[in-house]
């Protein structure tokens, strides 16, 4: 069990991770990575195929509630006071560190026989977690009970969850007309690892005693649950990572499917809006399970001897009679019952309203540019401005961000799109993201939370995505 | 060529952030002088005699029981208390003179350190005795070691009187507060 706790807590805190706003890369219709979080985003591309294992790399940290700099910035005031006062009772229950890692793994698309859809597949590896602010353990911690009468320390505060999953995956999309284009994606998700404990509930407290001077109570409703750390930890025995991290990202472990839906309506020549629904899904875990509970509610005061009762078993041991009274109240199980997840599911949502010069699209070719088969489709301008919407769904509820984003195209060469984003990392995030087509090659770079440059270690949030494609807009 | 130079700005901004990008400067020896010694509070012993039982008690008038206690004596505690302190709430509403005795006990039957508490009849005070153990106090290898405690009930009056008050006994209470290192 410890060395288990200490894997899950090395994969959290070496991780750092939270599930990624792509705000940059929504919508950003040059970038075929894009598909991936609106199936349903215009597409003009004849066919493209990402490098193995770079067409698609996103990055993200986040802590919303303290930053490296807080702690350790070198300014002469003791670390002690900063921990107490910055830390334990400096975050709240809401604040979060978490981050998600996603790397592609391979990745395609084509346009089929019908030229107003286009497919696209792939296989990617994603890593997720977040830890929420065990504020009350903390305290429990960091200053003990003593002084603390009648207190109750809240077991609830105990929420995290986080997984390693590959996800294979296929989507359609289609151009229904000159004003609207639909997509889906069906994911089939192989679980290598989760664990998760969200749903907990009960107290620690001391009181006065009824007999003694005081009397401890815990009332816990506690559960852990795991699938694949089991595995991993024998794998780690062994010196077998590699190839059980394989194996069980290729249908080896456990199975999930999902579904991701998307739209690109415009409601007039200039104005267009968005939206996607990513990850509706589950993953059914029953493969390399392990549970953790420790429910019941037993209160203590001391060992206690009272007589005449005392002197009925002369043999009676108080101090094991105290042990197994607790044990029995509270007791500590596991079990291998399978469980069920639910993906964080995301959403996003965008208005855009285009502006400028019309532009002919990428395609080299005198033809339609978003549909080289078709006369009904939208002229592209060189400059676009507008708002998106994110949220997500996160066992403490809903998390959101707003983001304001401009963009503009230079030629064939080069698109930019620059987004200023407000969430509950930061109220100052300014992303400034970049693709460039060199012949089929085409290259993305994007990074956010610039400003968080000037001071990295005081930074409660960074990201960024970095891809290589070649891409094909048609014949000539 | 126009736009190649927009491209070769975009490019340079980006290296630009990367590689100037700004880290204060940062002191990581501090988690040496990071201190987290939090101080835990619980109840230890609870003894109740009741009068009816001492006067029942056969001769020598003595009730000793010793019995396994092994709270302080855990690794996840012996090898972090730093110091604490123990406090003792005894009370005697009986008619008899009372003698209390607490002994710890280590793994070999050894006495660590013994606690005595002489008691007058009702009416009388409830005696409160604080023990500390750590630098300004006993040792705190005896609160390491403590394996076991005796304890040990002394009539030093008669065996008929009753006392007035209700429900009369003699009850001993006891709390620990010790502050351990985590860090």
Redesign the interface.
């Given at each position: 069990m410890v060395k288990k706790a200490v894997v899950i807590t090395i994969f959290c805190i070496g991780l750092f991770m939270h599930a990624q706003n792509k705000q940059l890369l929504y919508d950003f219709t040059e970038v075929p990575q894009a598909l991936m979080i609106n199936p349903g985003m215009e597409t003009d591309f004849s066919w493209y195929a990402g490098i193995p294992l770079l067409s698609g790399i996103s990055v993200q940290a986040g802590s919303s509630g303290i930053t490296v700099n807080d702690i350790f910035a070198n300014d002469g005031l003791d670390i002690n006071d900063k921990v107490r006062d910055r830390l334990i009772y400096g975050m709240a229950t809401r604040d979060e560190v978490s981050s998600t890692d996603q790397v592609e793994i391979f990745s395609g698309g084509f346009r089929g026989k019908d030229p107003s859809v286009f497919y696209s597949f792939g296989l990617y590896n994603e890593v997720d977690a977040i830890v929420y602010w065990f504020k009350d353990y903390a305290i429990l911690g960091y200053e003990g009970n003593a002084d603390r009468l009648n207190e109750r320390f809240d077991l609830s505060d105990l929420v995290t969850r986080g997984e390693m999953l590959n996800v294979f995956h296929f989507g359609i999309n289609k151009r229904m007309n000159k004003d609207l284009t639909l997509g889906a994606r069906g994911k089939i998700y192989s679980s290598i690892l989760d664990f998760n404990t969200v749903d907990n509930d009960g107290y620690f407290v001391t009181t006065e005693g009824e007999n003694n001077v005081y009397a401890s109570t815990l009332d816990a409703d506690l559960e852990l649950r795991t699938s694949g750390v089991n595995a991993l930890e024998r794998a780690s025995d062994d010196d077998n990572v590699a190839a059980t991290l394989i194996k069980r990202g290729l249908f080896g472990g456990n199975l999930g499917l999902g579904v991701d839906l998307g739209f690109t309506y415009y409601l007039n020549g200039q104005t267009v809006v968005t939206g996607s629904l990513l990850d509706l899904g589950f993953i059914y875990h029953a493969n390399d399970v392990e549970n953790y509970t420790l429910e019941g509610n037993a209160t203590i005061e001391g060992v206690e001897v009272i007589l005449p009762d005392a002197l009925d078993d002369p043999d009676q041991d108080f101090w094991q009679d105290l042990v197994d009274e607790v044990e029995e109240f509270i007791p500590f199980e596991n079990d291998t019952k399978a469980y069920v997840t639910f993906r964080p599911t995301k959403l996003y949502g965008s208005i855009r309203y285009n502006f400028g010069e019309p532009m002919q699209g990428s395609a080299v070719c005198d033809c339609d540019y978003q549909n080289a088969n078709s006369a009904s489709s939208a002229v592209k301008y060189r400059n676009s401005i507008g708002g998106q919407l994110y949220m997500i769904n996160r066992p403490r509820g809903p998390q959101s961000a707003l983001t304001a984003f401009y963009q503009r195209r230079f030629g064939n060469f080069m698109a930019l799109k620059a987004t200023y984003t407000v969430d509950k990392f930061t109220f100052t995030n300014l992303g400034l993201g970049a693709t460039f087509q060199a012949g089929a090659f085409n290259f993305y770079l994007m990074a956010d939370n610039l400003l968080a440059y000037r001071n990295i270690a005081d930074s409660h949030y960074s990201s960024f995505q970095i891809g290589l494609n070649i891409i094909s807009w048609g014949e000539k | 060529m126009k736009?190649?130079r927009?491209?070769t700005y975009?490019w340079l901004?980006?290296v630009f952030?990367?590689l100037f990008?700004?880290?204060?400067?940062?002191?990581?020896n501090?988690?040496d002088?990071?201190?987290?010694t939090?101080?835990?509070?619980?109840?230890?012993?609870?003894?109740?005699?009741?009068e009816?039982?001492i006067n029942?008690l056969p001769a020598p008038d003595t009730?000793s029981?010793e019995?396994?206690?092994?709270?302080f004596s855990e690794t996840v505690f012996a090898d972090r208390v730093l110091e604490g302190v123990l406090?003792y709430?005894v009370e005697n509403t009986t008619s008899k003179p009372l003698e209390l005795e607490i002994r710890f006990l280590d793994a070999t039957g050894n006495v660590l350190a013994t606690e005595v508490f002489e008691l007058d009849p009702e009416p009388s005070a409830e005696v409160i005795r604080e023990t500390y153990y750590g630098p300004y106090g006993e040792d705190i290898d005896i609160i390491r070691n403590i394996s076991s405690?005796s304890?040990t009930a002394t009539n030093n009056g008669d065996n008929v009187s009753t006392s007035s008050q209700d429900n009369p006994m003699v009850?001993l209470?006891?709390?620990g507060?010790f502050?351990?290192s985590?860090k």
């Open positions: - | 736009i190649k927009i491209g975009v901004m980006f952030s990367i990008s700004c880290v204060e400067e940062q002191d990581f501090q988690y002088d990071l201190s987290i939090p101080t835990y509070e619980a109840s230890v012993l609870y003894l109740e005699v009741p009816s039982t029942d009730y029981r019995f396994e206690f092994e709270a406090t709430y405690i304890v009850t209470k006891s709390s507060a502050t351990v985590i």
